[in-house]
């Protein structure tokens, strides 16, 4: 059994088949101190079975932080001929990339000031789906915006509706959902929860609308919950003229 293997080829010694920088394309950002800058290839593995999942795998170190990452890979072709013998049209790309942590999305300090649990649920669910644990993300990210919309209702202090209501397991997100006075965010928090309830349950009964689309209107649900804090500051401040 021959496994084609690729290194990095620094001083330009290594016959030219096993130059790595040639045949893998890798993004300038590291997974350890998020910085952007160069990420040396060091070793990559061709995988050589029709049951493997990736093409692939490679490490590279960063070189802010000297940090090791480990790459999932996919074979692609481009148009660049072979040149001396070495098939430059067959590339190597990175899909998955460990550790993922690093990729966790930032929220502003409005939500988080409201809401740690949804950051914390919402990157959890993340980390899932690039992981490939993709049939379980969308439960997390309905998860997280239960979370969201609850310690949200809890922050505006309505006068018909009090913490031991909005705590209680038995209340439905639909029923705090539907004390949400701003309409446009009462109406996406409704398109996630349905969305949510397609993820958990035996049969979708939205089939067109995937774990992007919640994405998505969870991107809407934050940004008008950070409008509605920043805007009642500017309230508060009015007030105390
Ligand atoms: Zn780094």
Redesign the pocket.
């Known amino acids: 059994m021959e496994f084609p293997l690729y290194y990095y080829d620094e001083d330009e010694h290594l016959p030219e088949k096993q130059a790595l920088d040639e045949i893998l394309e890798i993004d300038p950002i590291?997974?350890?101190?998020?910085?952007t800058?160069v990420?040396v290839p060091l070793v990559m593995v061709e995988n050589i079975s029709d049951n493997d999942e990736y093409d692939g795998y490679a490490f590279t170190a960063?070189?802010?932080?000297?940090?090791t990452s480990m790459h999932y890979l996919i074979q692609f072709t481009t148009e660049t001929p072979s040149i001396h013998g070495i098939d430059y049209g067959r590339q190597f790309k990175v899909t998955k990339s460990f550790p993922s942590r690093a990729f966790d999305r930032e929220f502003s300090d409005e939500v988080s000031k409201i809401s740690k649990d949804f950051i914390d649920i919402y990157n959890q669910s993340k980390e899932a789906e690039n992981t490939g644990l993709d049939k379980i993300a969308g439960m997390g990210y309905r998860k997280a915006t239960e979370f969201l919309v609850t310690d949200y209702l809890k922050w505006i202090k309505l006068e018909d509706v009090d913490n031991q209501w909005l705590e209680n397991p038995k209340t439905p997100l639909a029923a705090k959902i539907a004390k949400i006075p701003n309409e446009k965010t009462r109406d996406v928090s409704k398109a996630i929860s349905y969305l949510g309830n397609d993820e958990t349950h035996y049969t979708r009964r939205h089939p067109e609308y995937d774990v992007q689309f919640i994405k998505a209107f969870i991107s809407v649900l934050v940004t008008e919950i950070e409008s509605e804090i920043t805007y009642r500051e500017a309230k508060n401040l009015l007030s105390k003229k």
């Open positions: 590291c997974c350890h101190c998020k910085n800058g990420q960063c070189h802010l932080c000297k940090c």
